[in-house]
Each structure stands twice: as C-alpha cells, then as structure tokens.
C-alpha cells in the first residue's frame, strides 16, 4: 500500500507551493517538483517568505519554520516522485501538458499512487483517459491561497475507485482542510456559481444599469463581504476571471460566455478603476441581479446532481468567506422573493428557471442537514458536518442530531455509534449568534426551550443503551465539550482542545457541563476548569479523566469505531484519584466559591494562569455556575441538570451576559456586575 503521509506537488508556482506549504505544516513529506532546478528553487523561496511573514505575526516560532522547511525536498527530476503515495498535479491550465505528465506519472509511480490534478477547468475524467489506470486519478481543487484557504473540493472521474475517493477525502482532513465531494462537471461547485457572479457584475457595468462604485459597494452590503466583485477581481487577477468564464462558457452555453467588457479588461491585464462614490438609490436593482445568477446556478448544480445543497453553502461560506451561502440567503429572504430574482435572472440572459428552485417556491424554507450519518460494519457514525462555523450547535443542528442519532439508536444492525465533527473541530460550542438576538428581542423563553431541548438529547445519548464514543479530534469547547461529556467515551488525540470558556463570556455551562464534569473530574478540577476557562490538551483531558481514551489522531478514527463496536467502556464516572501534576490545582480550587484558596501554590503554572484569568470572568456568571457546582453535587444527576435550567433567566437577563457575548472575537469585555 502507497504512504500517503509522502506527497508529491508537481509545479511550484503560487498554487503548487502553497499545497506544498500546506502539507507540510500538516507533518507529510513533500517532494516539490518543477521543470527545472531554478522554478523549484523559486517555489521554495516562497514558502521560506510566508512562513518568515507567519513568525513575525507569531503563527509560528522559528523553531517550527525550520522543521516545516525540514519536510520538503525540491526536485526537477520526476523519478524523485517514485516512493510518493500521492502526487498532485498544479500546473498551467494546458489540456494536453496535463494528460502528458499523467502519462509520465503513470510509469514512474506505482500502481496504487493517487494522481490528483487540481485543474479548475478541465474534465477529471478526460485528464484520467491519460494515465495507465485511469480509476486512480482524482480532482483535488485547492482554493488561493491553499496554505490559508481551508475548502478542497474532491472530484471523482467517471473511472476513479471508491478506495480512492476516501483515500483523497482522508487526505484533505488531515491537511486540516473541508473536503467537499462534487460531480465531474465544469466549475465543480464553486466556480460555478462565483465566476457567473462576476461576470454578472461586469455586464451591469456593460449594460449601463450602474457604475463600478455602485456595483462594488452594492455586492459588499448584499453578501456581507469584505471585498466587492471588481477588488477581488483586481487582488486575484482580472485574466484569470476572463480565463475561468471563458471556460464555463465552451462548456455551458452562451450565457456563461464572459461579457465583452470583461474580455477587454482580462486582454488589457486590469485593474478595475475603483474609485467614484456610490449611487444607493441602485442598490436594490444590483443586488437583485447578483442575487438573482447565484440562485438560479444553485438550483442549476442541484439539478445536475453536482453535490448537495448544503455543500454548495460550506462552499460560499468557507471558499469566498460569504457570511451565508445560496440556499441559507434564499431562506433568509423569502424563498419565494428568490425564486422571483432567479426568474428575473432568468429573463434577461436566456436561461430556463431551474426545476429544483420553480418546485420550491411555494414549498417555504429549504431544510438543511448539518448531520451526516453512516453505518459501516455494525457502528453508526454521525458527523456533524457544519465546519465552516467549527459544527456550532444551533435549532438546527440540534434538531438534526436528534433525528440522526435516533435513527442509529433504533437501528438493529447497529452495535455502537461514534460522535465526530467535520474539519478542525469536534464542536466548539454554541452558535453565540443566536443568543445574542433572542436577547435583543427579549425571547428568553426560546433560550430556555434550546437548552431545554439539547439537555434531553444529551440525556437521550447518556442513556442510549449501544456505546456511544464521542471522538473529539480537534477544537472541542462549551456546549461542544458537554456534548462530548454525555456520550460514553471520549477519545482525544493531539489534535484536541478542550475548554468551557462561558464565565468569560458572561454565562455558564448549561447543557450538564456544571454537573457531569465535576462528577467525571472532581470537583476541584471540575471548578478549575469552569472558572479559568483553561484550555486542555488532548494528553492532559486524558490524564483527568476526563477523555477515557487517547489515539493519534491518523489512528483515532478506527479506534473510536472499534472501541463502539466492541463495548466495555470505562466508567466514566468511576471516583478518580489526583492525577499526577495536580495536586496544586486541587488544593487551590477545594472548597472555595469564584475564587482560589489563599494558600493556593502559585509557583505551579496551571494555578497562575488562573490566577489571571479569574479576574477577567463575569462575576455573576462565575458566582452562579460556582452555585451549580456545589449545590449539584449534593443532588442526583437530573436534578443538577434541571438546577442549569432554574437559572437561565436570570443569568441570560444580566447585562454582562449581553456584553461578554457581544464583545467576543471583538475586544476585552467590560464587566460591571450588572
């Protein structure tokens, strides 16, 4: 079997190095090829500047850099590609160079070698009819930059092996990025409906209904984005916007063909002229006509069965960094007003309106599915599958879990069920959105039916009587840590984080954290991690007892699923002794209220960095999730939990909670007790 932690990346332009960069910041082995000694050298030097601009925003130590720089080897020799388990092509968009290397690749590397090409433009199938075996040729697309870029999406050809699409899609997980798997179909997803999009905005400009500022400014405030279609077109390059048209346009028709404006400006190499004020009295009839492609070429890729929908939102989101994707914005604005724009889309540029959107309209809102389950030899495993908001659990999400893990609970060809989250995290929390505007509209009540609702799924998954392993492989915090905390297992790997972070963002756990964590850790180590909101590796959750098992995160998968299918868990709430190493953070946090004892051991670092952060907790938070420590521990479980529910009001009615809230991810939060 090929070793796939061993990469090759032919091309070692600004795409084929970054996926370089990427996989070995990621720990493969990178062999990084280019047609001579001073292109690849090139490539290198560009990897060295980025990660020299990381150590100086201390994404990296120069420790770290010389380590990563330490996994590539660059060649202009393809018979240094030979031990690879996976070669991905990057280079030039030329039909017939690409099926050449595929040719070469194919008789220099073994049989069971993925060849990937990251083409954005040419059938994956077509390219595969070079190689000798054309089932293991795959479309891995990256997106710019890929050492940043965090969306792959992964392309099956018409002859590509079931083996190897989950070998790819593996691959992309353990590149820390979000696969999305998609049809074999000009644009894939994203491309798709984006290079449309701005074609669109280019032929506003053309037709005169608006000037570029207008255009600009009215595409910012209607996709709630950082960059407007022209800037981005000026950062990315305008030849590549017209390159990228020009290529759905030979394979869609003509309305993909790109407008005459836009090939002037791609042959002239832009940029566009970005200055001029903003005409707002046009701003509703751009963001129609913009909202209007993306929705019809949405319904378009449902039709041909491209991918699913919510895919082609994780795409927007994740790929172009829209705050929502197609489907999520036509929910927010009426299905029916959207299917109203994509017809008038429709109207003007020839294209019949999609089935998929014309049976929807009178429908209401798209279900979306954020829960993903599978069952493959007696384990069920369910993957919350909403990475571009790190699986946050909101109404929905929770609403799916439900379903889901009812169905792999009353499954009788099921013995064990595994728990995990898609791309960088397990779960890390609650959606603070959806806080933050019951608040405002002073809907508390709904607050206390969410938590309601997600306790009893978590009793549900306690009490389920097939083994339940939650594998918390990456970012698992709050609401996220408590869900975990309610299966029977945990297991972390060293890519896990685990945290309760609520006292310094003005709530308390309330979704059992307040009382299976103690019961599982201790009181004391239970109050120190609630208090101080500390993060916690994957090795020292494990060393609590907090996470029963530990696995390298390559490994971890198939030891959840072994240890569901096989049962005889540790008992998790079995009466643990002192870990060794924190004995100092048990005598600081033994019977005391929000604060430390006085005698607490402040050489120990664990106890003063909490000694830091208390300071920074909201007080009333603090106090009352230290009251649902001491008090739960004194009641059966359920009664704890309902103790969490007695108090949602009052600490969701606090205006530190509405400040801690607010103030996350924007500046230190100013608590006044109040």
Sequence with gaps: MANDRIVGVVGAGNMGSGIAQKLAQEGFEIVMLDMSQEFVERGFERIKTLLGEAVERRIFTPEQVDAILSKITI???????????????????????KKDLFAKLSDICPSDTILATNTSSFYVTKLAEAATNPERVVGLHFFFHPAKNRLVEVIPGEKTSAEVVQRSMELSVSMSKTPLLCADRPGFVV????????????????????????????????????????????????????????????????????????????KAGGPWDLSGEPDQSKFGLVASRLRGVIFQIAGEIIDEKICRMEDVDRGAKIALRWATGPFEMMNDLGVDVAVSEAEGFCSHSGHTLSPTLAAQRTSGPWQMQWVDLSVEGGVATITINRPEAMNALNESVVANLEQVFATAANDLTVKGIVLEGAGKAFVAGADIGFFIERINEGDLDRIVAFTRGGQE???????????????ADGLTLGGGAELALACHAIVATEKSRFAFPETSIGIYPGLGGTQRLPRIVGNAIGRYLILSGAMLSGKDAAAIGMAGYFSPSAEAGAFARDLAAKGG??????????????????QAFTGTTTSMAADADME???????????????PLAAALAAKLIDEGSKLPLNDGLQLELDHLVEMFSTKDTLEGLTALGVRRPEYKGE
């Design 75 to 97: 060649s202009s020799s393809m018979e240094d590609l030979a031990p690879c388990g996976v070669v991905i092509e990057a280079i030039f968009e030329d039909e017939q160079v």
């Design 191 to 266: 491309n798709r409906f984006f290079v449309p999009w701005l074609n669109e905005s280019v032929r506003l400009l053309e037709e005169g209904s608006a000037d570029l500022p207008t255009i600009e400014a009215a595409a910012k405030e209607a996709f709630s984005i950082g960059m407007g279609p022209f800037e981005l077109m000026n950062v990315t390059g305008v030849p590549i916007a017209w390159h990228a048209e020009t290529t759905l346009g030979n394979e869609l028709g003509s309305f993909y063909v790109p407008c005459e404006k836009l090939i002037e400006a791609g």
């Design 457 to 471: 799924l978590l009793k549900t998954i306690e009490n389920c009587d097939k083994p339940v392993v939650a594998l």
């Design 569 to 586: 868990l540790k008992d998790k709430f079995a009466p643990k002794e002192t870990p060794e190493g924190w004995e100092a953070v048990v």
């Design 604 to 618: 120990d670092k664990r106890v003063a960095r909490a000694a830091k952060a208390l300071p920074r907790t909201a």
